[in-house]
């Protein structure tokens, strides 16, 4: 079965911090993505990459970049964290050079931003 | 601009019963609809998908429920049991994007009483 695994569980940070949240995928997959889950609004796309150092903005890049330097790991960087990035973060990876098929995502970071 | 409406956001639900859980959009090039199944402190995964090409597509007590012309789609979990309460999210790709990107549904919270 494909694992993608998110580095943190549970994450505390203080407003104005550097946030990195990491993304690991085991399964060769050419895409990746960051995903916000926030209580009534659903999963909003950050950003993507669909291949090691090319990225794409989502519906929410704002406050946000990514990095991805070797194909199975995809970062999420919060340059300075806010109280209204406090969500759920979830990453997710997927096979396919051209379409986007089935998603696998990970467990999610539950990041609290204080 | 939400690119995929679910409703209804909570739905309860007796053991045996019939759960329904609606969407619409209103991109002509969405050309694949999945529906995604997320557990509390999991990450959502791939319940079961259909293509514009057929009406309807089965898979055990799930079924989606599909009208092209009213751009609607539609899970219904026959025999609800308590094991599928559970967060469901509709999705539609976009054929014409980069990637073929997932929009997603706000979610609906589903819960099955015994």
């Known amino acids: 079965d494909v694992k993608v695994t998110q580095s943190s569980r549970y994450l505390v940070k203080r407003t104005g911090e550097k946030v990195f949240l990491e993304c690991v995928q085991d399964?060769?997959?050419?895409?990746m993505f960051w995903y916000r889950q926030d209580p009534g609004l659903g999963l909003r796309l950050i950003y993507f990459?669909?291949?090691?150092?090319?990225?794409e903005k989502g519906d929410i890049p704002e406050g946000y970049s990514v990095s991805r330097e070797k194909k199975e790991r995809f970062s999420l960087i919060l340059e300075s964290a806010s109280t209204n990035q406090t969500s759920m973060y979830l990453c997710a990876s997927s096979v396919g050079v051209d379409r986007a098929e089935k998603l696998f995502f990970g467990s999610g970071t539950q990041l609290s931003v204080l | 601009q939400q690119q995929v409406k679910q409703s209804p956001q909570s739905l309860i639900v007796q053991k045996g019963g019939i759960s329904i859980i609606n969407c619409a959009y209103e991109n002509t090039a969405f050309d694949y609809f999945p529906w995604y199944q997320q557990f509390p402190g999991k990450g959502p995964a791939l319940l079961i998908a259909?293509?514009?090409?057929?009406s309807e597509k089965k898979e055990g007590r799930f079924t989606i429920s599909f009208n092209k012309s009213a751009k609607q789609f539609s899970l219904h979990i026959m025999d609800s049991q308590p094991g599928d309460s559970a967060t469901y999210f509709c999705?539609?790709?976009?054929?014409?994007?980069?990637?073929?990107?997932?929009?997603f549904g706000r979610g609906t919270q589903l819960t099955v009483w015994p």
């Open positions: 399964m060769d997959h050419e895409n």
């Open positions: 990459s669909y291949d090691v150092k090319m990225k």
């Open positions: 259909i293509r514009p090409d057929v």
């Open positions: 999705a539609a790709r976009d054929r014409g994007s980069t990637l073929g990107r997932l929009y």
